[in-house]
């Protein structure tokens, strides 16, 4: 990340030039070289701390600060009750009422160790249980509160190349029914770029096609685009494997048209947004008996047949109804045909019912 490699290089100058300055001010213009490698020292170690913590994200962090303000609570209301004073009385006078051989000092520096053990491992154990715990964990710590973003309605989306360069995405999110952040992880952007590139027709279109959707997405103001950058998984791990890791680190659901990426993404415990299954649901089940009102717009296969078509695509052949095309006509379902190509609808029209 660009960013974040200009924000170690002003870091790693201004260290530098702490270190100089102390080291010019303790012992003068000749120990300044000694305060410049001490002051890359300490930047190269922060640095390296902060890339190690790159998978740490500000709600893991927010989380660990509630659990060891807890622990630390814990740790002083122990310290409060007498628990260490107790411990000081019996080491400081035995059984008989005589006074141990342990000296002031001594003891004052067991109990110093007995405390920072007591806050240091009640913080920790907090911090680790935090870290471990859902967000709606914290409401048993508050009963009947919940806390929750105006900004964010929902749960972030996350969405997939696949999605992306469906064509159907633009109105599924511009119609209302999905509601959060768009999240796009940096690997799906290079993917999108390298289908455009691509020297397959087909696939350059796809590539092209999701490139466009993004770019009306990120023009809308009802639209919140997110480019995640950071590593998800390791360099071995699989493009799907990276997105469900990507997806339960940032507690997102999923939005795809994959459907092997669907099927393995809820055996592991992710929510996943299928549009095929949204298509299939919107699809209008089709009864024998059922009156359709169709519009005839093309001749069949046989003389005498019309056929209509409804509004999610599906062909209804009416017999008899040839001198009736380009009307829009009532018709009654006959029968269904169910075949490898889809679903065959055979209707007559109503008229003839009567």
């Given at each position: ?113 007995m405390n920072v053990t007591l806050f240091s ?146 055996l592991q415990g992710v929510t996943v947004l299928?549009?095929n299954d949204l298509n299939q649901a919107l ?72």
């Amino acid at each position: 990340m660009r960013s974040v490699n200009t924000a170690r290089l002003v870091y790693l100058l201004v260290c530098e030039l702490a270190g100089a300055g102390i080291a010019n001010f303790a012992g003068g213009p000749d120990m300044i070289w000694v305060g410049i490698v001490i002051g890359l020292v300490v930047a190269a170690f922060f640095i390296l701390v902060e890339s190690l913590m790159k998978q740490f994200t500000l709600r893991g962090f927010s989380n660990a600060t509630v659990g060891l303000l807890i622990g630390l609570f814990c740790a002083w209301l122990l310290s409060r009750v007498g628990v260490l004073d107790l411990l000081e009385t019996m080491m400081s006078v035995n059984e008989k009422g005589r006074t141990t051989a342990l000296k002031p000092e001594h003891i004052d520096a067991i109990i110093l160790g007995m405390n920072v053990t007591l806050f240091s491992s009640l913080g920790f154990l907090g911090a680790v249980l935090a870290l471990r715990s859902g967000g709606d964990d914290f409401s048993l710590l508050i009963p009947y509160v919940r806390f929750h973003r105006e900004s964010t309605p929902g749960p972030p989306l996350l969405l997939d190349a696949h999605v992306i360069a469906d064509s159907r995405l633009y109105g599924v999110l511009n119609a209302g029914f999905l509601e959060g952040n768009l999240i796009i992880p940096r690997f799906i952007l290079e993917e999108l770029h390298i289908m455009a590139n691509s020297p397959s027709s087909s696939r350059r279109a796809r590539g092209l096609r999701g490139l466009e959707t993004l770019e009306r997405l990120q023009k809308n103001d009802h639209f919140r685009i997110n480019i995640h950058d950071s590593e998800a998984g390791s360099n071995s791990d699989t493009h799907d494997a990276r997105l469900m890791h990507t997806c339960r680190l940032l507690t997102a659901r999923l939005l795809t048209t994959d459907e092997n990426l669907t099927k393995a993404a809820r055996l592991q415990g992710v929510t996943v947004l299928n549009i095929n299954d949204l298509n299939q649901a919107l699809k209008p089940k089709i009864a024998v008996g059922e009156r359709i009102r169709l519009p005839l717009v093309r001749a069949g296969k046989d003389e005498h047949q019309a056929v209509g078509y409804l509004p999610d695509g599906s062909m209804i052949v009416v017999n008899n109804a040839v001198n009736k095309i380009n009307t829009t006509q009532d018709v009654t379902v006959i029968s269904t045909l169910e075949t490898e190509a889809g679903l065959m609808v055979f209707a007559e029209l109503f008229e003839l019912d009567n």
